[in-house]
């Protein structure tokens, strides 16, 4: 089992920068890749980065260039370095990870993008 805990979440005005922290517990050694997802009421669930165990990366295309996803493999934390922040990110922020076969996903975090 893995357990996923998010944090930094928040209402931030157009232009703006939120960090998001995901901190995993548990059966940590057979995570391979950890994620932020986001969905929006009604939508379906999109990725919007991933990184593998050896440090690749991964981002939708609405995101590149903006937001930026990292890893504190000492204390199992994974960031979401969001900037330039626009209303269209508004949505709650799921943190997942893949542990083969299995995936685990946290509570979500919510994140408001408006003036």
């Known amino acids: 089992q893995v357990q996923l805990v998010e944090s930094g979440g928040g209402l931030v005005q157009p232009g703006g920068s939120l960090r998001l922290s995901c901190e995993a517990s548990g059966s940590i050694f057979s995570i391979v890749v950890m994620g932020w997802y986001r969905q929006v009421s009604g939508k379906q669930r999109e990725l919007v980065a991933q990184i593998t165990k050896g440090g690749s990366t991964n981002y939708a295309d609405s995101v590149k260039s903006r937001f930026t996803i990292s890893r504190d493999s000492t204390k199992n934390i994974v960031f979401l370095q969001m900037n330039s922040l626009k209303p269209e990110d508004t949505a709650v922020y799921y943190c997942?990870?893949?542990?083969?076969?299995?995936?685990?996903w946290g509570q979500g975090t919510q994140v408001t993008v408006s003036s």
């Open positions: 997942k990870a893949i542990a083969t076969p299995r995936n685990f």
